[in-house]
């Protein structure tokens, strides 16, 4: 079966060698550079215990120094799963999502019209880059030389000049003996309406070829030298070499000097990109529209995990910025994402370099924002929030956004960033204020009660001295902290019997702040190898932060009579313990900050809107305290101090003390 021109071209661009060749092998990680796409590992096809098979995925070739096999993606599935050219071939396009095309008897016609195609475009090069040397292309010659470019760059770019005249490429291409219908088909050429001869598709204009990611001319750009002309930049139309959606300008040596470590800059123009290589930024390429699309952001990925777009910094080079990230959430992937590069306003890559030279650039690559900063700007920049209703609008805008983001674990990061942004917004808004220190005293921040307040041991006689052992608890220890580290303690320990609970778990875990730094190492452990079984994890555990950490944390006393330690491998009570757990460290914190919060918001009187916010928070936090079954059973009695009692265990104690004098009172 014949394939269809450019459709191999296109299973290749989707598809990683790595992933495809990672399925055999085991990579070499200390000769393997995954951010290059530079991997290495024993070679598949011959038995050896050294990496020599090397992969090279940004060129989407491997080679192997021992055997020396050599091929791509689809030659590696043919070879190693043991099936026909065409059998891999649909096993690389069901996994890269493209549909085989239906068997087309004209295939290899269609095949041989494109290497055609690619020859009379060829030619057309040579001819735009001879005119440029005549007379007729003095202007153009001074515009460029105005620009920057040296002869020598102008030989390296293959700039060219199309001169006025209805017809000079077409009798030139014809005097050649190249076909009508080629020349046409190439874009080259448009038919008269008029029922006279074919005319140039460029004329009085620089031209700029562009060429595939394989060398190939495919196209051209041309910069019209007639300001008043209706289109300052003319591409050729799309043909059958020719997808401008799937093309990038610059596309081979950009992919080439990526590879070597240099940042990937997408700019928005050819002679951005041009400045920018002489400049020394040579892994830079071009989008040949007014945006990115889809199939382009795929190609900027296939050459690195973290482009940079480097777009003007006007109001349309921003407004691009803005589409493009509407375009990428929903395409974000693990290690896949963009960074923006804002040039100063009104100037673009070219002039900037001009202007101050290729360290102002690195400057502003230096200074690259992540995605999520941009998001956050646009939905935030210029606007007032100085109402809840302002505020509830944002908020709608940004879920909306991220509901865009189809992996649920980046999702989860750019919803704590916007957050975190968030917060700094609303807070830099008020002066600041005394935190909120739980059980303080009579003012904020707690300290000795003022004047008139009641002393929270009043009426129950002095508090009992310290005893030694009171000195050195956890509770005194950790202070304010103590309830919510003894309650991480019992969850990590929980985690670390059940591991096969995490995954249940893990976003939740993850939010744990751990104000404890030993507390915040085993909690990365836990999330990091929550895979294993419970001794795997404990040997990570002793291996990452000493034998001593385990020891400390089951050694509390805490966590020794808690249930599901006193009995291990109850998967429903560990369940039951994280839940629980969880919940009530939720709760407690959002309690807090719902006191902090409403605290700052306070301005005189407290209205009914803060204490009802207070009462449910409140509310949430006994709920979470007391365990769903234990809501209803359990009675209790509050004590002098204001404390709760059990009242079944209040009971039994009087009875043992009732017995006990009864016992005295008889001998």
């Known amino acids: 079966m014949s394939l269809p021109p450019g459709f191999l071209d296109e299973l290749r661009n989707r598809t990683s060698l790595t992933q495809v060749v990672g399925r055999k092998v085991m990579w070499d990680t200390r000769k393997s550079n995954q951010g290059k796409g530079d991997m290495w590992a024993p070679c598949p096809f011959h038995h050896e ?9 940004r060129k989407g070739f491997y080679y192997c120094f021992g055997c020396h096999a050599k091929g791509d993606a689809i030659s590696f599935v043919k070879e190693t799963e043991n099936v026909s050219f065409m059998e891999a071939v649909e096993i690389l396009a069901r ?31 040579q001819i735009f880059r001879l005119q440029l040397r005549t007379g007729v292309a003095g202007p153009a010659r001074d515009y460029l030389t105005r620009r920057g470019l040296s002869p020598a760059a102008l030989e390296r770019w293959e700039i060219g000049f199309a001169p006025e005249g209805w017809q000079h490429l077409w009798d030139q291409l014809r005097a050649k003996g190249v076909e009508e219908e080629l020349i046409l088909g190439a874009g080259l050429a448009k038919p008269s309406t008029k029922g006279g001869k074919p005319y140039d598709t460029f004329r009085n204009r620089i031209m700029f070829p562009i060429r595939d990611a394989r060398g190939r001319a495919i196209a051209f750009g041309g910069r019209a030298m007639d300001p008043n002309d209706n289109a300052k930049y003319l591409n050729s139309p799309e043909t059958d070499l020719f997808d401008k959606g799937r093309s990038l300008f610059n596309h081979g040596p950009a992919r080439v000097a990526a590879g070597k470590g240099m940042p990937l800059i997408v700019a928005e123009g050819y002679m951005d990109v041009i400045a920018l290589s002489e400049a020394g ?30 777009l003007d910094g006007d109001k349309a080079g921003i407004n691009a910025a803005l589409r493009l990230i509407d375009l990428a959430l929903p395409l974000l992937e693990a290690g896949k994402s963009l960074r923006f590069a804002l040039m100063p306003d009104g100037q673009d890559p070219d002039d900037l370099i001009r202007a101050e030279g290729a360290g102002a650039v690195q400057a502003v690559l230096d200074q690259a924002q992540p995605m999520v900063n941009l998001l956050w700007q646009r939905e935030t920049e210029g606007r007032n929030f100085d109402s809840p209703e302002r505020r509830a609008a944002l908020d709608k805008a940004l879920r909306e956004k991220l509901r865009l983001i189809r992996d649920p674990s980046i999702r989860s990061h750019y919803g704590e960033a916007i957050k975190d942004l968030r917060w700094e917004l609303f807070r830099s808004r008020k002066p600041a204020r005394e935190a909120f220190v739980p059980g303080g005293g009579g003012g904020k921040g707690g300290g000795k009660p003022g004047r008139g307040a009641r002393a929270p041991w009043a009426g129950r006689g002095q508090p ?45 875990i993850e939010r744990m702040t751990c104000s404890d730094p030993d507390h915040a190492l085993l909690r990365d452990l836990i999330l990091r190898h929550a895979d294993e079984a419970s001794e795997a994890l404990k040997d990570r555990i002793a291996a990452a932060a000493g034998p001593e950490a385990l020891e400390n ?78 809501e209803n059973k359990v009675e209790y009695d509050t004590g002098e101090n204001g404390a709760r009692i059990n009242r079944e265990e209040r009971d039994a104690f009087d009875d043992l003390l009732s017995r006990i004098s009864y016992s005295k009172s008889g001998r």
């Not at 890269?96 to 019209?113: I, S």
Request: net charge negative; aromatic share 4%.
């Open 95 to 125: 996994e890269a999502g493209m549909e085989l095309p239906k068997r087309d008897p004209r295939a290899q016609q269609k095949a041989d019209r494109r290497s055609q195609l690619a020859e009379v475009m060829e030619q057309a090069v």
């Open 281 to 310: 930024f040579q892994a830079a390429v071009a989008p040949l529209g007014t945006a990115v699309t889809d199939n382009q952001l795929q190609m900027l990925w296939r050459i690195a995990d973290e482009p940079i777009i480097a």
């Open 553 to 630: 944390l089951f050694a509390l006393r805490h966590v020794a009579i808690s249930p599901c330690v006193r009995k291990p491998g109850d998967i429903d009570l560990a369940r039951m313990t994280l839940a629980e757990e969880l919940a009530k460290l939720e709760a407690r914190r959002g309690l807090y900050a719902e006191v902090a919060e409403a605290e700052e918001e306070l301005t005189g009187m407290a209205d009914e809107a803060v204490t009802w916010r207070l009462g449910q928070a409140a509310r949430e936090r006994d709920r979470a305290m007391r365990s769903a079954g234990a």
């Open 464 to 508: 009992l001295a310290p005893q030694p052992s009171t000195k050195t608890s956890l509770l005194v220890a950790a202070g304010e902290q103590a309830e919510t580290q003894l309650r991480e303690a019992v969850i990590l320990a929980t985690a670390i019997l059940a591991p096969g609970l995490v995954p249940e778990f893990e976003h939740r």
């Open 49 to 57: 215990k050294s990496a020599s098979f090397h992969v090279d995925d």
